[in-house]
């Protein structure tokens, strides 16, 4: 019950700001999400490096999963310690590395 209700709460987190959106609806311990991005193709590229980034920085380990044609990232909840800290903590992660990834295509 505890891991469902951290679903529901990222799926929240994620429906109430305007850069993601929720892939698939969170009715278990799941939630898939994607940042915005400016076509299908560009959706995966962008959200599988901020994937990988996450990964290779040590902050999460959210896998990638396509639903219904959309590319996302997903987050599975099960680990008792968990806490909504560490949830926006991870949001504020993704939206941090987009940032920076926005940054260097600029340059």
Known sequence: AQD?????YMAEQ????????????ADLNIVCFRH???GEDAAKAFNT??????????LA????TTVQGKH?????FN???????DIDLFLRDVLQ????????QAA
Request: charge should be negative; hydrophobic fraction near 45%; charged fraction near 30%.
């Open 4 to 8: 469902i209700g951290f679903a529901r």
């Open 14 to 25: 994620v429906e109430a700001h305007p850069l993601l959106e929720l892939v698939a609806p």
């Open 36 to 38: 915005l991005a400016a």
């Open 49 to 58: 490096e901020i994937m990988l980034r996450i990964q290779e920085r040590g």
């Open 61 to 64: 380990m959210p896998s990638d």
């Open 72 to 76: 996302g990232l997903r987050c599975a």
């Open 79 to 85: 680990n008792h310690r968990t806490q909504r800290e």
């Open 97 to 104: 590395i987009a940032k920076e990834i926005l940054s260097e």
